[in-house]
């Protein structure tokens, strides 16, 4: 929320930036390409707790994130216009997820008491979110009591079913599974569709498509990057090790 304490220099921790590549620059067009803080000029999107994996929709200039909960909700994220006049606000540590920190609130501190004032529309909701104490979704068999949500790609063109096509996954280090969300209205990932992709998926920290087409997942903790292979029409894909431990 540092955008909102404008009496300090605006740091970075829990923003998303855009950035000039050759000189680290806030880019052209962003929301406050004409502050005159440097740091404040390269944030397009601020109020994450840890933002851990990012994936911008192809065909598209929308970065999708994943951001790691605290003690009670992982969610994902839409940013759908970073170069439009507004910095997305996503609200911890005064929200966790779609709703209030607890802990925050309780503190009566003014930086979150003055952005509940602000009303809803001050904040942006999760496109997803799930509680640590409940399934990802209803009966998807992973597991519960924690989570950390750590991988997010979208799948284009490969060897999966046609179905598949345009849908965002992401994986939970904690649960070991994958879950995915269908293309909707307008290519958009429709959080209603949400449904269990691949299980096993051990301390998955990363997930990405790889040029075959096909989803691949690392696991440091064996050392290995995994290849999501699909076995066959009319079976779900599974998480197989099609990779041998590479350095």
């Known amino acids: 929320q540092d955008l909102r304490t404008p009496s300090d220099p605006?740091?970075?921790?829990?923003?998303?930036?855009?950035?000039?590549?050759?000189?680290?620059?806030?880019?052209?067009?962003?929301?406050?390409?004409?502050?005159?803080?440097?740091?404040?000029?390269r944030?397009?999107?601020?109020?994450?707790?840890?933002?851990?994996?990012?994936?911008?929709?192809?065909?598209?200039?929308?970065?999708?994130?994943?951001?790691?909960?605290?003690?009670?909700?992982?969610?994902i994220d839409r940013v759908p216009a970073p170069t439009d006049s507004a910095v997305d606000n996503f609200g911890w540590p005064c929200y966790e997820g779609p709703a209030r920190h607890a802990g925050w609130d309780a503190l009566n501190v003014s930086v979150c008491e003055n952005l509940y004032a602000a009303g809803p529309g001050a904040v942006s909701a999760p496109v997803f979110s799930y509680a640590h104490s409940?399934?990802?979704?209803?009966?998807?068999?992973?597991?519960?009591?924690?989570?950390?949500?750590?991988?997010?790609?979208?799948?284009?063109?490969?060897p999966y079913p046609t179905a598949y096509q345009g849908a965002l996954f992401f994986a939970d280090y904690a649960r070991d599974c994958v879950w995915w969300m269908k293309a909707g209205a307008g290519g958009v990932p429709d959080p209603a569709s949400t449904a269990v992709f691949a299980k096993g998926a051990v301390s998955t920290v990363d997930l990405q498509a790889g040029p075959d087409g096909a989803l691949y997942r690392v696991d440091p903790w064996h050392g290995s990057v995994l290849r999501i292979g699909y076995t066959g029409p009319g079976t779900a894909p599974v998480a197989r090790a099609a990779a041998a431990p590479t350095d």
């Open 43 to 75: 944030i397009v999107a601020e109020g994450f707790r840890n933002p851990y994996r990012i994936a911008v929709r192809p065909g598209t200039s929308e970065p999708w994130v994943a951001d790691v909960g605290d003690i009670k909700v992982e969610e």
């Open 10 to 41: 605006t740091g970075l921790s829990g923003a998303l930036i855009r950035v000039d590549p050759g000189t680290g620059d806030g880019a052209a067009g962003n929301p406050l390409a004409a502050s005159p803080d440097a740091n404040a000029r």
């Open 134 to 158: 409940a399934p990802t979704v209803p009966g998807d068999g992973c597991s519960t009591g924690s989570g950390a949500v750590t991988g997010l790609a979208f799948y284009g063109q490969g």
